[in-house]
């Protein structure tokens, strides 16, 4: 595996928890990963690994590049390099080999078939560097009838299934935290790509990776499965344990507009819910009482939490076990206590905007100051020369447009 630099880690604070042990170094430093791709799924993807140490090196074209929105650009980019090639000139996929040899991994995230038609298939980069991971990360994957179809994260997790156990009895609902890209795509791909890289370093082989955002969500459908399985049908949202079928399971209003999460699903917690209502009398309804008595006790429920503002029902449950918590925004969620130590807020340094933690937490590593996303081809010229490649070159790429 490469050398290359990576965000130093600080020594770990014996007072943290039993986790923080002597520091080890970043997990993936010595990785490089040429990351090809655009947008959220890929680019979460490799800034996850870039954020374990990897050297990311993101590879945008001359034209529109990486067009999300830069706010979104900066918040999934960090702890990456920058290059801008021209993969369409002859010179561009050359060039491309070239950082191949040098590199662990390759994401892509064009439709299938794009990487073969630039002379960039896996036959074409195996032969290159054997040892290379291949990460192709598409919507529908690289076979089956649908393969070459557009789509957006709603069409993956509608047609897996996904997108109809998502509401309540009240109608579906949307979500502004896309499962499939992120779930079904981002995690996927670092979960192949690690596991690609493990073998790789054990046997001197790489492999084609392929990450279909549709399978990956369908993956996790594990409760509508169970309940297909269990009832010999699928049930509607708002029949389900988790979508509103139990009143000790769900969002209820307080009386200044707020909500308050209710999750008392076993009996301890229940109990406990009671008693800081001061409704002991509740104990026996728990779970019973089937679809009517249920209703009853849900409107019983919001009775309650509709009569006092949101703070003083945190007030009133703080310290108790019975599952019960505030409906955030995230403005809050990133003040909360809890979250500022675990490192979930990043704070932004030289002008960049704060950011979201790495949630992946291990013993003898403490990430170091992140480096922001890169600008489109901000190391360009660093990256070229770590290729071997001289000034008098690199200046007649840039003429010739092939970099930028």
């Not at 928890?17 to 430093?29: C, I, S, V």
């Not at 990460?135 to 076979?143: E, K, P, V």
């Not at 502004?176 to 690690?194: E, Q, S, Y």
């Not at 509709?306 to 809050?332: I, K, M, N, T, Y």
Request: charged share 20%; with cysteine.
């Amino acid at each position: 595996m490469t050398a290359s630099p990576t965000p130093a880690s600080t020594p770990a604070d014996p007072s943290a928890g039993p986790t923080r042990t002597a520091p080890q170094g970043a997990p993936l430093a010595g990785v490089r990963v040429l990351d090809l791709t655009r947008l959220l799924p890929g680019p979460v993807a490799g800034q996850m690994l870039g954020d374990l140490g990897a050297d990311v090196i993101k590879i945008e074209d001359l034209g529109a590049g990486d067009y999300a929105h830069a706010s979104v650009r900066a918040l999934v980019n960090r702890n990456k390099r920058g290059l801008r090639l021209d993969l369409k000139q002859s010179a561009g996929p050359e060039l491309l080999l070239r950082l191949v040899q040098g590199a662990d991994v390759l994401l892509e995230g064009f439709r299938p078939g794009v990487m073969d038609r630039l002379g960039l298939g896996w036959a074409v980069l195996h032969t290159a560097n054997p040892k290379l991971v291949l990460c192709s990360l598409s919507g529908w994957g690289q076979t089956g009838p649908l393969r070459d179809a557009p789509g957006h994260d709603l069409n993956y997790a509608a047609l897996s299934g996904v997108t109809d156990q998502v509401g309540n009895a009240a109608g579906a609902a949307l979500s502004n935290l896309p499962m499939a890209d992120l779930l079904g795509g981002a995690m996927g791909a670092v979960t192949g790509v690690l596991a690609a890289l493990f073998d790789a370093a054990r046997t001197g082989q790489g492999r084609h990776v392929d990450i279909a955002m549709a399978d990956g969500v369908l993956a996790h459908a594990v409760l509508p499965m169970a309940a297909l399985q269990q009832h010999g049908r699928v049930q509607r949202p708002g029949e389900g344990t988790l979508t509103g079928g139990l009143a000790c399971y769900g969002l209820y209003d307080t009386a200044d507009g707020r909500q308050l999460a209710v999750g008392a699903l076993e009996p301890k917690f229940w109990a406990a819910l009671c008693q800081v209502v001061d409704r002991p009398d509740w104990l026996a309804r728990h779970r019973s009482g089937g679809s009517a008595g249920q209703a009853a006790l849900r409107a019983d429920l919001a009775a309650v939490f509709a009569a006092q503002p949101l703070a003083h029902w945190v007030a009133r449950f703080e310290g108790s076990d019975a599952c019960v918590s505030p409906v955030l925004r995230l403005d809050e969620t990133l003040a909360h206590p809890q979250f500022r130590a675990r490192g979930m807020l990043l704070e932004g340094v030289d002008g960049a905007s704060p950011g979201l933690g790495c949630p992946i937490k291990m013993s003898g590593f403490e990430p170091g100051r992140p480096r922001p996303a890169p600008r489109p081809g901000e190391h360009s010229d660093e990256l070229l020369a770590e290729a071997g490649l001289g000034a008098d070159a690199i200046a007649a790429l840039r003429t010739a447009g092939v970099v930028g």
